[in-house]
Every structure is written in C-alpha cells, then in structure tokens.
C-alpha cells in the first residue's frame, strides 16, 4: 500500500485548505484512513479519521466542527478539508491506513504516507 499526502502550505489564520491523500495497492484489505499531524517538538496527534465500511467519522475534539474528512472511492482518495483554522493546526500531517483497534492511536497503522506541512499564520 502507497499513500501520497499533497495539499498543504501555508494560510492565515481564519482560512482553509483541503489536504488530499491518495491510496494505491492493496487498499481493500484495509478498513481505516487516518489523518494525524506532528509539530515541533510534540508527539505525532490524531487528528481524524473515515472508516471505509459504513463511512463512518471520527475526530478529535480539537478540530470538531473546523475539520472535515471524506473519501473518494472512485479515486481511492481521502480528503481533510480544515476550515477556521488556527495556528495552533500549524504541523505537519499525515495520512495513514490500517486496522487499528483505536483510530486514534498512530502505532495501531499499518502504512503512511510521507507528509504535508501546513502552517497558520497568526
């Protein structure tokens, strides 16, 4: 399984981006895509994450409300799109599959993509 995360950069705070992360390979025989993000000097933090049965959400309440991800089956894409943001979003993120038994804990993803830095300016 390949994942290519792309979309970051930098906006001020108040805006928005989408970030993309696009899934080759053996996709189907995993049932997460998870979205995480690490700042300097801090441990990598869930963010959010789609089930791919059910198309059920799951997000941290950090981003509750600002944050939305969704999925393309046709182009085996999952989105993160960030609104309100702030710079305390500013991190790199990443996008991850598997079968974790807890979305939210990183160690529970099989694979993951290389990263995008957004960054917030104040």
């Known amino acids: 399984v390949q994942l290519q995360a792309s979309g970051g950069g930098l906006v001020q705070a108040g805006g928005s981006l989408r970030l993309s992360c696009a899934a080759s390979g053996r996709t189907f025989s995993y049932s997460i895509m998870g979205w995480f993000r690490q700042a300097p000097g801090k441990e990598r933090e869930f963010v959010a994450a789609f089930g791919q049965s059910g198309g059920m959400t799951y997000y941290a309440e950090s981003v509750k409300g600002r944050f939305t991800v969704s999925r393309d089956n046709a182009k085996n894409t999952v989105y993160l799109q960030m609104s309100s943001l702030k710079p305390e979003d500013t991190a790199i993120y990443y996008c991850?599959?598997?079968?974790?038994?807890?979305?939210?804990?990183?160690?529970?993803?099989?694979?993951w993509g290389q990263g995008t830095q957004v960054t917030v300016s104040s």
């Open positions: 991850a599959t598997g079968r974790p038994i807890v979305v939210t804990i990183a160690r529970g993803y099989d694979y």
